[in-house]
C-alpha cells in the first residue's frame, strides 16, 4: 500500500507515514478507514501575538499556518475532505478541529464535497490565552464538526455512535455537545490544552488532549478499527487509538514531529 520512503514508522496496529497528505491519501484503500480525526491549519499565522505562561509569545506557528484568504481556504479544505471521503467506509465518520477562524469555511467544504454533518461539538477550555487587544471576548473553545457520508440526495450513511458508553460517563443523562467535567464529577478537571505531562517527550503548538480524544474515539469507534489522521502532528490521535485497542495510521510532513509521536507511541505501550 505504501512505498519505503514514505513509512516513517510501522509495527502490526501503528503506521507512520512522511509525506504529503494530499498525495499519501491517494494510496489508502477506498472504503477503509473507520473513523478520520484531522486538526488542520488554521491558518492563523499572521504576525500576531499572544500570550503564554505570562509572557507575549508570537502566533506564528510555521509556514504550514500561514493565513489564506477565504476562498483559497475552501479550496484547501475541499481537497483534503474531498481525498478523505474516498477512504471513509459508507459507515464511517469524520471529526474535524477547528476554531472560529476556520470552522465555517470547513462547515462548508463539508457539504460541498458530499458529506452530512452530525453534531457540532463545543471544546470549553479552561486555560485559554488571554486576549491581549482587550477588544473581544477571550477566545476559549474550540470546535469538532462531526460528519458522515451524504450517500445520495435522501440518502446518509450510517454511522457508529457509543450512546451507552457517552451516557455512563455522563452520569446516566444523554451527553449534550458542550464538553465540561463539572457537572459529572466535581474532583475532575475539565479538559484542557495539553498539560505538561503529555509534552515530556516532546511538543507541538496545536498539541490536543488525552482527554479530547479518549471521548471521541470511545464515541465513534470499536476496537479493532482502523483511525486516520491525515495531520498527524504529536500523534495524540494515534496514541490514545493505541491504548484503546484500534489500529493507525497519521500522516505527518515534518520528521520532528514523526519522532515526537514515535517516542509517545513507543514510552507509552
Known amino acids: 500500500m505504501f512505498t519505503k520512503r514514505n513509512i516513517y514508522f510501522q509495527d502490526d496496529s501503528f503506521t507512520l507515514l512522511?509525506?504529503?497528505?494530499?498525495k499519501l491519501l491517494k494510496q489508502i484503500p477506498p472504503k477503509s478507514i473507520d473513523l478520520i480525526f484531522a486538526d488542520p491549519p488554521y491558518f492563523l499565522s499572521s504576525g500576531g501575538i499572544s500570550c503564554q505562561s505570562g509572557k507575549q509569545v508570537s502566533v506564528d506557528k510555521g509556514e504550514w499556518d500561514y493565513s489564506k484568504t477565504i476562498e483559497d481556504r475552501i479550496k484547501y479544505h475541499r481537497k483534503w475532505i474531498a481525498l478523505c471521503r474516498e477512504i471513509l467506509k459508507d459507515?464511517?465518520?469524520?471529526?474535524?478541529?477547528?476554531?472560529?477562524?476556520?470552522?465555517?469555511?470547513?462547515?462548508?467544504?463539508?457539504?460541498?464535497?458530499?458529506?452530512?454533518?452530525?453534531n457540532n461539538i463545543i471544546w470549553k477550555k479552561t486555560n485559554p490565552a488571554p486576549n491581549?487587544?482587550?477588544?473581544c471576548f477571550t477566545h476559549s473553545t474550540e470546535t469538532i464538526i462531526w460528519a458522515r457520508k451524504q450517500l445520495t440526495l435522501k440518502k446518509k450513511g450510517t454511522h457508529y455512535f457509543n450512546y451507552d458508553?457517552?451516557?455512563?460517563?455522563?452520569?446516566?443523562?444523554?451527553?449534550?455537545?458542550?464538553?465540561?467535567?463539572?457537572?459529572?464529577?466535581?474532583?475532575?478537571?475539565?479538559?484542557?490544552?495539553?498539560?505538561?505531562?503529555?509534552k515530556k517527550y516532546g511538543k507541538h503548538p496545536t498539541q490536543k488532549p488525552v482527554k479530547l480524544l479518549?471521548?471521541?474515539?470511545?464515541?465513534?469507534?470499536?476496537?479493532?478499527?482502523?483511525?486516520?489522521d491525515?495531520?498527524?502532528?504529536?500523534?495524540?490521535?494515534?496514541?490514545?487509538a493505541a491504548a484503546m485497542n484500534r489500529k493507525y495510521i497519521g500522516i505527518e510532513l515534518d520528521k520532528e514531529y514523526l519522532e515526537l509521536t514515535k517516542k509517545r507511541y513507543l514510552g507509552e505501550k
Open 18 to 22: 512522511k509525506g504529503d497528505s494530499f
Open 91 to 118: 459507515n464511517g465518520t469524520i471529526m474535524i478541529s477547528s476554531t472560529l477562524h476556520s470552522v465555517y469555511a470547513i462547515g462548508v467544504a463539508l457539504e460541498l464535497e458530499g458529506y452530512s454533518i452530525i
Open 132 to 135: 491581549l487587544a482587550c477588544r
Open 165 to 198: 458508553a457517552m451516557k455512563e460517563e455522563n452520569g446516566g443523562k444523554q451527553m449534550k455537545d458542550v464538553w465540561e467535567f463539572e457537572d459529572i464529577e466535581p474532583e475532575i478537571v475539565e479538559i484542557a490544552t495539553a498539560p505538561k505531562s503529555e
Open 214 to 228: 479518549e471521548r471521541l474515539i470511545i464515541a465513534a469507534t470499536k476496537e479493532g478499527d482502523l483511525i486516520l
Open 230 to 240: 491525515p495531520f498527524n502532528g504529536s500523534g495524540t490521535t494515534g496514541v490514545v
